[in-house]
């Protein structure tokens, strides 16, 4: 039981290049959501998905695209990467609704750097 | 709108000590809070949590106190550790909506002195 992964762990990118985050998790887990962490700004929401196919905006969504295809996986883009968009970023997972809500389950992070 | 706030960026604590860590939200709407612990290099993970039918919850070294009125909750860990010496972020959503967004603090740095 690996429990949230997240690919790749760092990243270079220039800007106006594109790239995609991929998050896994094998919990079987409902929910699950693009964190950004940057100094002095905590964690903010990118975009979530509270199931298979389907997708909303966080807090900050502007100039990520995400897409969940499969349960396990959420994806997310950056199709044309700015320097402010150099961060730490974080997946993490929930159970279905009705059990523990406690249990939001973090990956390790990314992070990533645009030139 | 930051609508949780924690106010001390940094926390220094001798070790044994009481580490008192506190956290402000202003929607009202919120009925469950979190807090986490973050190691550098290392993903979030879940120490305690609250809902806001109780005004505390403890869970060993832990205490979490919810003051509804004030919109304000609190992190009390004794004795503190020098391996307690980490990031801790606070969050709170509302579990009515459905959707189990979390809204975190910017994080308070504790450290504990040996």
């Known amino acids: 039981n690996a429990g949230v992964t997240q690919t790749p762990k760092f990243r270079v990118l220039k800007t106006g290049q594109s790239m995609t985050l991929l998050c896994a998790q094998d919990?079987?887990?409902?929910?699950m959501y693009w964190y950004r962490q940057d100094p002095g700004m905590g964690l903010r929401l990118i975009h979530y998905?509270?199931?298979?196919?389907?997708?909303a905006k966080g807090e900050v969504p502007d100039g990520y695209n995400v897409s969940r295809l499969k349960k396990q996986n959420f994806l997310l883009g950056l199709e044309s990467a700015a320097p402010s968009q150099t961060s730490v970023y974080f997946c993490?997972?929930?159970?279905?609704?009705?059990?523990?809500?406690?249990?939001?389950?973090f990956g390790p992070g990314t992070r990533l750097t645009v030139l | 709108d930051q609508q949780v706030k924690q106010n001390s960026p940094s926390l220094s604590v001798q070790e044994g000590r009481i580490s008192i860590l506190n956290c402000d939200y202003t929607?009202?709407?919120?009925?469950?809070f979190l807090w986490y612990k973050k190691y550098p290099a290392e993903g979030p993970t879940f120490l305690i949590s609250?809902?806001?039918?109780?005004d505390k919850n403890e869970d060993g070294r832990f205490t979490v106190f919810l003051n509804k009125s004030a919109k304000h909750l609190s992190l009390h860990i004794v004795p503190s550790q020098p391996g307690d010496s980490a990031v801790y972020f606070c969050?709170?959503?509302?579990?009515?909506?459905?959707?189990?967004?979390?809204?975190f603090g910017t994080g308070t740095r504790l450290k504990v002195l040996a």
């Open positions: 993490a997972s929930t159970p279905p609704l009705g059990e523990a809500t406690d249990t939001q389950y």
């Open positions: 919990m079987n887990h409902e929910y």
């Open positions: 998905s509270v199931g298979e196919g389907t997708t």
């Open positions: 929607n009202s709407m919120f009925d469950y």
């Open positions: 609250i809902s806001s039918i109780k």
């Open positions: 969050a709170a959503t509302r579990t009515t909506s459905g959707t189990y967004k979390y809204i």
